[in-house]
T-cell receptor, first 115, second 113 residues
Framework: GAGVSQSPRYKVTKRGQDVALRCDPISGHVSLYWYRQALGQGPEFLTYFNYEAQQDKSGLPNDRFSAERPEGSISTLTIQRTEQRDSAMYRC?????????????FGDGTRLSIL | QKEVEQNSGPLSVPEGAIASLNCTYS??????FFWYRQYSGKSPELIMFIYSNGDKEDGRFTAQLNKASQYVSLLIRDSQPSDSATYLCAVPTFSGSARQLTFGSGTQLTVLP
């Protein structure tokens, strides 16, 4: 596709349920990033993939959060046993490479609400 | 001290004026700097990036970088109401082998018609 595509756009679920958020990066982009953005704040890094390899997961808040990108394209961010504090906008970005000079392009995000 | 700091604003300028947005960063090793624009309810959109000291101009936008002072700014000339948005400064920081973007909290700009 032309841009980074994320689904679903909105997800409302009850506390304790598992959720899976999907990201389809820009075609040909080898690097994929997950961020979380709270209202009034800039995006906060969660994890990064180069092709299918998860290179950095230092931003994942705890072990309820995991991510995968098995074929080096589409990625899934999974949150197990959701808690209300997990409510946020989750954004995916992709870039042509992992170098720091490669601009990252963001998707429209998934708004997650935990009841 | 946060790694990337911005004045949260809000910053209001009249239409046609120059809007000046500022950002400071703590990592002296940072080599590249990005400005994103985020309209309310939308995703961040890359508008400028700069690698070298000095100025970089793109249309009505000018990014200025001073590595010695660890300061990067964005000037918007002839501001338009459509420029009203939150402007995010982002700096790649190393974490292991990866480069992640560290964002400031953003400056909310309002251009008054």
């Amino acid at each position: 596709g032309a841009g980074v595509s994320q689904s679903p756009r909105y997800k409302v679920t009850k506390r304790g349920q598992d959720v899976a958020l999907r990201c389809d990066p820009i075609s040909g982009h080898v690097s994929l990033y997950w961020y979380r953005q709270a209202l009034g704040q800039g995006p906060e890094f969660l994890t990064y993939f180069n092709y299918e390899a998860q290179q950095d997961k230092s931003g994942l808040p705890n072990d309820r959060f995991s991510a995968e990108r098995p074929e080096g394209s589409i990625s899934t961010l999974t949150i197990q046993r959701t808690e209300q504090r997990d409510s946020a906008m989750y954004r995916c970005a992709s870039s042509g490479g992992g170098g720091g000079n490669q601009p990252q392009h963001f998707g429209d995000g998934t708004r997650l609400s935990i009841l | 001290q946060k790694e990337v700091e911005q004045n949260s604003g809000p910053l209001s300028v009249p239409e046609g004026a120059i809007a000046s947005l500022n950002c400071t960063y703590s990592d002296r090793g940072s080599q590249s700097f990005f400005w994103y624009r985020q309209y309310s309810g939308k995703s961040p959109e890359l508008i400028m990036f700069i690698y070298s000291n000095g100025d970089k101009e793109d249309g009505r936008f000018t990014a200025q970088l001073n590595k010695a002072s660890q300061y990067v700014s964005l000037l918007i000339r002839d501001s338009q109401p459509s420029d009203s948005a939150t402007y995010l400064c982002a700096v790649p920081t190393f974490s292991g082998s990866a480069r992640q973007l560290t964002f400031g909290s953003g400056t909310q700009l309002t251009v008054l018609p």
